[in-house]
């Protein structure tokens, strides 16, 4: 059966300068600050931004009263104040320009997930989220980079059917049951370590190790 042709786009560029000493320093602090895998999180972050910076200074360009300025501006604002990328009372095309990837970083699932504290530790957030136990309203969501719109914050929480909401009992809960040790601390246990085998994927400059 044939197929149908799709269309594959860019969704992150490197830098054309690969060792700058600068922003390798940055973007190995924003790595370890959010819990990032790899530098290609940030790239795709900053991909992102430029096109929106882009589509802003083509904007700021035409008349104020221009129509194109007027809906596709509107639209641009809005889209970033229900991400909660840009605040209310900075509804205005300028502020747009002054966005940083930061901003977007903090918006990431795995980052609110940690700042409602149902994760130890930024890279335990990751962990918890890769392995479907947190849900986004009624939709369970294992992807760490899904973008938080404000309106969707508040139901962020244990998915029904993981351990940690209620659910069935994990896999070495169970077997530690059995053996009659305590099953929570030895279940909290094995969840650290994985934790702690997320974190030591350590970044560094030109690329990552584990």
Same mark, same amino acid.
């Given at each position: 059966?044939?197929?149908?042709?799709?269309?594959?786009?860019?969704?992150?560029?490197?830098?054309?300068?690969?060792? /700058?000493?600068?922003?390798?320093?940055?973007?190995?602090? $924003?790595?370890?600050?959010?819990?990032?895998?790899?530098?290609?999180?940030?790239?795709?972050?900053?991909?992102?931004?430029?096109?929106?910076?882009?589509?802003?200074?083509?904007?700021?360009?035409?008349?104020?009263?221009?129509?194109?300025?007027?809906? /596709?501006?509107?639209? $641009?604002?809005?889209? $970033?104040?229900?991400?909660?990328?840009?605040?209310?009372?900075?509804?205005?095309?300028?502020?747009?320009?002054?966005?940083?990837? /930061?901003?977007?970083?903090?918006?990431?699932?795995?980052?609110?997930?940690?700042?409602?504290?149902?994760?130890?530790?930024?890279?335990?957030?990751?962990?918890?989220?890769?392995?479907?136990?947190?849900?986004?309203?009624?939709?369970?969501?294992?992807?760490?980079?899904?973008?938080?719109?404000?309106?969707?914050?508040?139901?962020?929480?244990?998915?029904?059917?993981?351990?940690?909401?209620?659910?069935?009992?994990?896999?070495?809960?169970?077997?530690?049951?059995?053996?009659?040790?305590?099953?929570?601390?030895?279940?909290?246990?094995?969840?650290?370590?994985?934790?702690?085998?997320?974190?030591?994927?350590?970044?560094?400059?030109?690329?990552?190790?584990?």
């Amino acid at each position: 059966m044939p197929r149908a042709p799709r269309t594959y786009s860019k969704t992150y560029s490197v830098p054309k300068q690969p060792y /700058e000493s600068a922003r390798l320093d940055a973007e190995l602090k $924003l790595a370890g600050e959010f819990g990032l895998k790899n530098k290609r999180e940030i790239y795709r972050i900053n991909f992102q931004l430029s096109k929106i910076r882009r589509a802003a200074r083509e904007l700021l360009t035409r008349d104020d009263k221009d129509e194109k300025r007027l809906f /596709e501006g509107n639209a $641009l604002i809005r889209r $970033l104040v229900r991400v909660g990328v840009l605040p209310e009372d900075k509804m205005k095309l300028d502020y747009v320009l002054a966005l940083r990837p /930061e901003d977007f970083l903090e918006r990431r699932l795995q980052t609110q997930v940690f700042k409602l504290g149902l994760a130890r530790s930024i890279h335990h957030a990751r962990v918890l989220i890769s392995q479907k136990h947190i849900a986004v309203g009624k939709q369970i969501v294992n992807i760490p980079s899904f973008m938080v719109r404000l309106d969707s914050q508040k139901h962020i929480d244990f998915a029904p059917n993981s351990p940690y909401g209620g659910g069935r009992a994990g896999r070495v809960k169970r077997k530690n049951q059995g053996k009659g040790e305590d099953a929570e601390e030895a279940d909290d246990k094995d969840m650290s370590e994985k934790a702690e085998s997320e974190k030591y994927w350590v970044l560094v400059p030109g690329g990552t190790t584990d």
